[in-house]
């Protein structure tokens, strides 16, 4: 595997934390807490494999300009921003939530983890779609 093939690993370390957060999410709801805390751990790995891939990848190769026009590049643009934007702020939301359910603070962690949750869903699935369209769809 070279670099030129780090955006699809993104893509994927993205999708399947997607899914391994919503797996917690159902998880937690049934009451499963130790399955719960074992798949969450593994989208938590799954993000920070995601971050060092990504980190490598641009340190190598840079950016790289959508090619798209029109109504699809301003669609682009706005998914950009939020991903990217809310790419920031679920670092630190994540560590504390985590940090949290680790040091048995349960209360303190199911208030945040109710902000973290959608908001790392949307990064990670977003991240699949800013893939797709920079480097599928054209």
Known sequence: MGVADLPALNATLNATAAVLLSIGYVLIRKGRIETHRKVMLAAFTASVLFLISYLVYHANVGSKHFP???????IYLTILLTHTVLAVLIVPLVLVTLSR?????????????RVTLPIWLYVSVTGVIVYWMLYRLY
């Open 68 to 74: 798209g026009q029109g109504a699809v590049r301003t």
């Open 101 to 113: 359910a680790l040091s048995a603070r349960f209360d303190r962690h199911r208030a945040i983890a």
